[in-house]
């Protein structure tokens, strides 16, 4: 459901972008959406200050998120509103939301729920490795793991969900 | 220039993507890139953990990234290559880059030259203004400036170059 359609009940939190002065230095959100209707999420441990993802919302996470303080986004693998931690309990309870300067991408400082973790192989941050620099030339860049387990099990988690990564 | 055009002299950097398992626990870079040739990638400071901007790469971009150690991005708006810090001299040296799980989204920290500040606005962080949650309903959310002052003058720095922002 869609905040913004006719009919619906709930008003839309979100204004019109008008100028780009209102938008760089307003005090109302006004977020772009992208042509499939998203806007990027940065999502970070308010704690460590670790990237823990890279999410993407539609009209109605981001409506969602600013209304309960729980972070929601729009799973593009599973092409449905996902709210974070509905099947695993890692849910993501928001410390700070953020908006940049064209209001086209989200910062979200959360605490996550249950072990911490907010990756859905299992790791605590999505970017667990490393990208070597200034690596031979000729070769693929090499990776280092950062993180040396495995915070949960996705399988006993997950079961037999299909994994979101898409090659 | 793309690397990956026939006849160009240097080889890519970038490993085919061949299975979920490869791309998500192994060794070798595999980067998505979507549509439009981009990956998105997420600059938080390398000191003070501070999320900077969220900007993108197409392939040529990446791979500068990664030879030069320095960062360089795709400019949606002027649809250029996009080594930060060019005209500004706030360039962003890199200390940490990461990949995250299914390789569609880039991490870097980074030290920030000169005055520190990373923002076209002015502003040390793109992300200068909060969102209140929780708000009064039917009204657009409200933001809060978390930077009082901005770092430079953008007009004496940038001149009259086309602001990046667009409706």
Not at 18 to 45: H, M, W, Y
Not at 54 to 80: K, P, V
Not at 135 to 141: F, K, L, N, Q
């Amino acid at each position: 459901m869609s905040t913004d359609q006719p009919g619906t009940a709930t008003p839309s939190p979100f204004a019109a972008r008008s100028t780009v002065e209102q938008v760089e230095e307003g005090v109302a959100l006004a977020p772009k959406f992208d042509s499939d209707g998203l806007i990027p999420c940065v999502t970070t441990d308010a704690t460590s200050g670790e990237v823990l993802m890279l999410g993407y919302m539609n009209r109605e996470a981001l409506q969602l998120t600013i209304a309960t303080g729980e972070a929601h986004y729009w799973s593009r693998s599973r092409q449905c509103l996902w709210r974070k931690g509905a099947v695993s309990g890692l849910t993501q309870e928001i410390v700070d939301m953020r908006i940049d300067d064209d209001q086209d991408a989200v910062w979200l400082r959360v605490q996550v729920a249950g072990g911490g973790a907010s990756c859905h192989v299992g790791y605590r941050s999505c970017f667990y490795r490393t990208v070597e620099l200034r690596g031979r030339s000729g070769e693929p860049a090499r990776l280092t793991f950062t993180e040396t387990s495995r915070t949960f099990d996705p399988k006993l988690v997950y079961g037999d969900a299909p994994n979101p990564t898409q090659l």
